[in-house]
């Protein structure tokens, strides 16, 4: 493609304020959201009462109810506040992160010169996300285009710049498939490893959940011709899928993504389906149980922080709860320094860097 001819990203990592060496990665969150307007899954209540819950600022008086409400309050889905973004991501900074990658896409308010800001402001590289988030997300254009359509789109914007500027993005993610899966999403992971063989990006979806449904997706993107090694796959914990799929996905050669640490317990429902989701405890020991069974290379954990609950300054964890709380519980549960480094730099780096097209 002659786009290609003026773009050598092999061997770099591509950040929203141009590319980087590996080396300079660092300490990486895999999957977390800075800018992001997550509307498609807010829902309005019925009921008159929290219909007002619905639309208030979230604060110190209703966090027990968006809390177990988080796609049911208007403020919550939406992180739109830069100086907000600055703030949080800077903490992550502070406690010794140097790069996150922001996966909001097409469907998510994607923000690209709102990230360079950030991304000045904190000195954090960051690397954004291309392609297309869930169907319902999409609009009736897009919907309609078919994987060569789409794909030409994500490689304009890691070659040219995401919508009209000259910020490209460095991934191609979060993919977003439901249950079941649309003929939309069939269509978008496929144009996910039509752009991918064209220009060297890793992929990340976010999968169908439902165990058979990820292999599913994962099918599709082989059979598109993707690169299987060099593609992650986002909410392992948080789908509660079962070893044997975890095995199956690792043993594809794909990343597995642990990234909702610090959700824990309840979770609103999501297409009809509760979570239970694990403690960061658990989480971690079955990272344990992976390292033993041989995939320590194909390991990555993140917060996927996309609601204002998860933040500090409204009671959340935090963009450094991975390092503030989650390394030494890592540490305590037989998870050694140079494991954890693995996780948290080698993997990323390795996930991020272009291969050659």
Known sequence: MEMKLNNNLAGKIQTVTGKINPSDLGITLPHEHILIDFLVFFEEPIEATERKMAH?????????????NLFTNLDNVRLIDEDLGIHETARFKLAGGSSIVEMSNVGLGRDPNGLVRVSRATGLNIIMGSGFYVGLAQTRAIQMMSPEELANIIIKDIFEGVNGTDVCAGMIGEIGA???IEEFEIKSLRAAAIAQRETGAPINIHPSHSDNLVIENIKILKDAGADLSHTAISHCDAWCLTEDILKMILDEGCYV??????????FPPYQGRHFNFPTDEQRVKNLFKLIKKGYLNQILIASDHCVKTSLTKFGGFGYDHILRNVVPLMLMNGISKDQINTILIDNPKNLLTFKST
């Open 178 to 180: 439901m249950v079941p």
């Open 257 to 266: 993504e642990f990234d909702t640490f610090g959700y824990e317990g309840y």
């Open 56 to 68: 208030e600022s979230v604060k110190l008086e209703n966090l027990w109810w968006v809390r177990q």
